[in-house]
């Protein structure tokens, strides 16, 4: 079993559409969660990082933990174009190894 | 606002040839980390540094790799004999503490032919 899941997409939308990216997890150890957004042949780029459960706001983009049902997710709300990249979940155990577990990635595509 | 760099972006070798990949974290970082993306699949752990040995590696990275720290600014990659398989990006990143998030490079492009 995969311990971090991520539909790849490509998800589609319109320009000034909510988003909702999602992944889910396996280790109910997994404690530190994070959200990056990758662009075409660049490194992932933090945009989010949390640690307890709720939401954590930041301009356009909104992170939401829920432990209890071990699902996080990633909200933009007035999607632009330039929005469109790769976006990745990564979450960090606490205990033993703090080595960071990337989801697979979820393709995001706003069209004008 | 501080970013890891990594040097060169793009290198091309022919297999069985020694390739170092570079990377200068930021600066007031302690917990250095190389990853692995093979093109369309997903970014794949290789190793961990700290206080200047290795803290944990993953599978992939076995006896052709090696990682160091040379001086107080750089961070280095080497494959000793690259394999075809070899090609992927490979990515640098750097993190103030244990369970604080990684800060990437941008990453090196490795063509093995």
């Known amino acids: 079993q995969k311990e971090v899941e991520q539909d790849p997409g490509p998800l589609s939308v319109p320009e000034g559409a909510i988003v909702s990216l999602n992944c889910t997890y396996s280790?109910?150890?997994?404690?530190?969660f994070m959200w990056y957004r990758q662009y075409s042949r660049k490194g992932p780029e933090l945009l989010m990082y949390?640690?307890?459960?709720g939401n954590k706001e930041d301009g356009r983009f909104t992170a939401q933990v829920d432990k209890s049902s071990k699902y996080i997710s990633l909200f933009i709300r007035d999607s632009q174009p330039s929005d469109s990249a790769t976006y990745l979940c990564?979450?960090?155990?606490?205990?033993?190894?703090?080595?960071?577990?990337f989801g697979r990635g979820t393709s995001l595509i706003v069209h004008p | 606002e501080p970013e890891v760099t990594q040097t060169p972006s793009h290198q091309v070798t022919q297999m069985g040839q020694e390739v170092i990949l570079r990377c200068v974290p930021i600066?007031?970082?302690?917990?250095f980390y190389w990853y692995r993306q093979i093109l369309g699949q997903k970014v794949e752990f290789l190793v961990s540094?700290?206080?200047?040995?290795?803290?944990?590696k993953s599978e992939i990275f076995d006896d052709q790799f090696s990682v160091e720290r040379p001086d107080g600014s750089n961070f280095t990659l080497k494959i000793r004999s690259t394999k075809l398989e070899d090609s992927a990006m490979y990515f640098c990143?750097?993190?103030?503490?244990?369970?604080?998030?990684?800060?990437f490079g941008n990453g090196t492009r490795l063509t093995v032919t």
């Open positions: 540094f700290y206080n200047n040995e290795i803290s944990e």
């Open positions: 280790n109910s150890a997994f404690q530190y």
């Open positions: 949390t640690y307890s459960s």
């Open positions: 600066s007031n970082h302690l917990y």
């Open positions: 990564a979450i960090i155990a606490s205990g033993g190894s703090y080595i960071p577990t």
């Open positions: 990143a750097s993190s103030g503490a244990q369970n604080s998030p990684l800060h």
